[in-house]
């Protein structure tokens, strides 16, 4: 019995990972809103805001919540809308990650602008693996930049990421340097999930087979 109760131990952890759940908090934006200085923010999501971007036309980035895919999503807007210019978006330091293990990053999306290449636009989504807060850190990696590709509606990505740390920060970032258009970025769905390796698979299945047999035996 103390055999089987350390083989027992050793596959649940071995299991784990395969049994993990998405480790982003409220990534699909059903767990709630909160307003936040008049802005609304999904909750356990983080806003940022760059400020005056353009001084002929100062202003600020806004938040919405909004219909999603399905239920709610996060909107980060700004532009013509109010006649200003704007750079900001929401973020989450993702807790739980594991380093060296492949996780998969996915997303909904969906944009609007305008397709001018001078207007100084952008829409991204990516990450940080050193689960910094920076927004305009160099180790982020921008898997979405939808900068000048005017209106789109929702899409779906998905890529594989290799945590190197305990954490990843997860980012957006949408703005205009010169609003001649509503520039905005829905976002829904966010999830990071780890991938179990092929070798923890085959052992977890030698080891549930090997209790099948016990347990006929």
Known sequence: MKRLGLLLVLLGAIALPALAQNLV??????????SVG???????????????VNPAYPGSTHFWQVGGVPGSAQRIIGGQIAGQS???????????????LPHTFSFDYLVAGTTDPG???????????????????????????????GDKPWQHFETTITPTGTSVTIWTRV????????????????????????????VLGAGLAWLWRRRRV
């Open 38 to 52: 008049g802005e609304t923010i999904a909750n356990q999501w983080s806003w940022w805001d760059a400020g005056t």
């Open 86 to 100: 704007f750079r900001g978006g929401v973020y989450q330091v993702v807790s739980g990650t594991i380093p060296g």
């Open 119 to 149: 207007a100084g636009q952008e829409r991204r989504i990516g990450y940080d693996l050193t689960g910094g807060t920076n927004p305009d850190s160099g180790d982020i990696v921008w898997v979405v930049v939808e900068d000048a590709t």
């Open 175 to 202: 703005g205009i340097v010169w609003p001649v258009a509503t520039t905005f970025m829905d976002i829904d769905n966010v999830s990071l999930v780890p991938v179990p390796e092929p070798s923890g698979l085959a």
């Open 25 to 34: 908090l409220n990534g699909d934006f059903e767990g709630g809103f909160s």
